[in-house]
Each structure stands twice: as structure tokens, then as C-alpha cells.
């Protein structure tokens, strides 16, 4: 009786994992799952693990050093983990944090409506197109009068939020801080959109621009051939694009500047994320078991060997001093050093100049497992 019944539930929760498992790959939940860096931290401690505790054997010293490698860094990262939840319970500062919150985002959000009503104005004494200003500006300020009652909306769940949060830091401390990357994106997110409108509409101006300028030298572009070929227009089609040159021209410098603005921030955001990313990096990826071994037994991880000759005399035999030249540490890093779902830059300093002025979004930080554009 005892296994009639214990069999159906087994099946039941196989069933269950399986269903959960497909769910995830749909593709608004891959997508989400995909985008936080919380998510991919937890995939890739949870391969770590299960490559740890694995029962097949290691097939070579590498792999057992890996495998030594991983555990140190898990352990690490849990013990920083509770230390900092027992920092953040103690003398309620997770209170503190959720008391000081709402005002630091009241106070961004004032900031960001003064500098937009500094560009609606004369900034720095430009002379800016007026109609095209004060839409610009009133669109944005009123992405920013959603967003201040969106974090007032949340403001009674803030403390919740930042409870569990902390609680969260139990599984390491690289956790916690892929949740407080995403805790920032999402607070940001109004400056993410700001970028994103701004430079849509910087590129669509350049293109046009560009398209316009081929139009006066009798150039075209050729889709098919993606190379710009010769082309003959008739009076009227030159006279549509020297008003259209026109109108863009007068119009491009203050969609620049907007542009030039709400990149600046993004790009500030983007660092202090890319910080995080590099601290997550860095605890999973440096092999402190190897670095250990290094400090206390440096003979066990040798990089050859020295002979020093200690009496050399004629008629006598050679005596030689055989010496173990132990790894340097830059050598025992990049040797050992393991793999990690950390983030670097996408592009090039070219590449990323490049796609800033022609108005392309700009994804500075991927995770490794990503292709190259």
C-alpha cells in the first residue's frame, strides 16, 4: 500500500517539474529569465553544484582542482552572504533603507524634472527649436509623473520587498548583488526609456540625413547589392529633399542635445551596474582554493624545476641542489581561474564611439554565453 501511494506521487511531481520546466521556456518567461542577472547567477551556481557533487570521478588533477576551485568559491560566497544579512538585520536597517528609499527616488525624479526644464529653456545659451523643445520636454516630464506615482504606489511594499531581498543573501553574497543590479535597472528604468526615445529619434534623423546628403551627390542606396549606387532624380524629388534636408538640419540640434543628456545618464547607470558585474565576476571566477595551495604549499603546484650547484671539485662527485619553482600567482589565476556568467564590454572603444554617434542602442555589458554582433 505504502508504495501504491508512493509511486503515483513521485509521478506527480515529475509531471509537475516537467510542466514547470516548459513553462520557463515559453517565450515571455525565457525572455524575463534571460534578462536578470539574478536568474543567470543562480543558473550558473546551481551548474557549479551540480558539477561538485556529481558522483563520477575526476579524470584528471585539473578537473579535481576545478572541482576544489568551485566549492571554496561557493562557501566564500555563502559565508559573505550571511554576514551580510547579519549586517543588514541587525539594528533594522533594512527599515532604515526602505525609510530612505522613497525620498532618494523623490529627489532623483526632482532632479531629472529641473534639468528637463533647464533644456526647455536656453541650456548653456543654445538656440534651440521651440516647438520641438517643449514637446520633447512635456513627453518626457510626464514619463516622470508616472514613474513618481509608480514608486509611491509600491512605497508600502518597499520594505517587504528589501526584506526578502536580504533574506536572499543566505544563498550568497553574489546574489544579493545580481538582485540589487536589477533592483537598479528597475528603478531606472524611466532613464532607459528616455535614452531609448531620445536615440531613436537622434538615428532616424542621421539616417535621413545621410539618405538626403546621397540625394544631392546623385547617389543611392542599393539594398540589394548593399553598396551606394549612381541615380538620376527628376526637378521635383530634389526639391522635397532640399526641404526635407532643411527641416531635419534646423531640427537636429536639439534632438542631439536631448540625446546627448539621457545617454550621459544611461551610461551612468550602466557603470555602476557594470561595477556590480564585475564584483559577481570576480567571486565566482577566482580560484582561492588554487590561490591557497599557492601560499601554504607552493611545491604542489609546480611550474618546474632549478638545480643549484652546491660543491663542484675536481676528482669529486657533482653534488646539485634540486629546487621546485613553484607558479607565480598572475600564472595560478589564469591557469585556474574559473568560468563565470559575469558580464564585459560588448564592443570595441571604436565600435561603441561609432554606434553612440549614429544614435545605436548601446548594450554595453553581456553575459559571456551571448554571440558577438
Known amino acids: 500500500m505504502v508504495l501504491k501511494a508512493f509511486f503515483p506521487t513521485c509521478c506527480a511531481s515529475a509531471d509537475s517539474g ?3 520546466g516548459r513553462m520557463f521556456k515559453l517565450w515571455p518567461l525565457s525572455f524575463v529569465w534571460s534578462k536578470l542577472s539574478t536568474c543567470e547567477q543562480l543558473r550558473h551556481r546551481l551548474e557549479q553544484l551540480t558539477l561538485v557533487f556529481s558522483t563520477q570521478k575526476a579524470k584528471n588533477p585539473t578537473q579535481l582542482m576545478r572541482k576544489a576551485n568551485m566549492l571554496v568559491s561557493v562557501l566564500l560566497d555563502v559565508a559573505l552572504g550571511l554576514v551580510l544579512l547579519s549586517w543588514l538585520h541587525r539594528k ?7 525609510d530612505a528609499l522613497i525620498p532618494v527616488a523623490d529627489h532623483v525624479a526632482e532632479e531629472l524634472q529641473h534639468l528637463l526644464q533647464w533644456l526647455m529653456g536656453a541650456p548653456a545659451g543654445l538656440k534651440m527649436n521651440r516647438a520641438l523643445d517643449q514637446v520633447l520636454g512635456r513627453f518626457f516630464l510626464y514619463h516622470i509623473h508616472l514613474w513618481i506615482g509608480y514608486i ?3 512605497s508600502p511594499f518597499i520594505e517587504c520587498i528589501l526584506w526578502h531581498v536580504g533574506l536572499s543573501a543566505c544563498l550568497g553574497l553574489t546574489v544579493a548583488l ?14 532607459y526609456c528616455f535614452y531609448v526615445y531620445g536615440a531613436r529619434l ?6 535621413g540625413l545621410s539618405s538626403l546628403w546621397r540625394l544631392f551627390r546623385g547617389k543611392k542606396w542599393n539594398v540589394l547589392r548593399q553598396r551606394v549606387d549612381s541615380c538620376s532624380y527628376d526637378l521635383d524629388q530634389l526639391f522635397i529633399g532640399t526641404l526635407l534636408f532643411t527641416i531635419l538640419v534646423f531640427l537636429l540640434p536639439t534632438t542631439a542635445l536631448y540625446y546627448l543628456v539621457f545617454t550621459l545618464l ?3 547607470v550602466v557603470t555602476v551596474q557594470g561595477l556590480i558585474h ?3 565576476d570576480l567571486v565566482n571566477s577566482l580560484p582561492l582554493y588554487s590561490l591557497g595551495l599557492r601560499l601554504c604549499r607552493p611545491y604542489r603546484l609546480a611550474a618546474g624545476v632549478k638545480f643549484r650547484v652546491l660543491e663542484h671539485e675536481a676528482g669529486s662527485p657533482l653534488l646539485l641542489l634540486m629546487q621546485i619553482n613553484p607558479l607565480s600567482y598572475s600564472r595560478v589565476v589564469h591557469t585556474y581561474r574559473l568560468p563565470s556568467c559575469g558580464c564585459h564590454p560588448k564592443h570595441s572603444w571604436g565600435s561603441l564611439c561609432r554606434k553612440l554617434f549614429f544614435g545605436e542602442l548601446i548594450y554595453p555589458w ?8
Open 18 to 20: 516537467l510542466l514547470v
Open 92 to 98: 533594522d536597517r533594512i527599515g532604515q533603507l526602505a
Open 152 to 154: 509611491h504606489l509600491m
Open 178 to 191: 545580481s538582485i540589487l543590479s536589477d533592483i537598479i535597472a528597475l528603478l531606472t528604468f524611466h532613464i
Open 202 to 207: 537622434y538615428c532616424l534623423k542621421i539616417y
Open 266 to 268: 544611461r551610461l551612468l
Open 278 to 280: 564585475l564584483l559577481v
Open 366 to 373: 553581456r553575459q559571456r554565453g551571448d554571440k558577438q554582433d
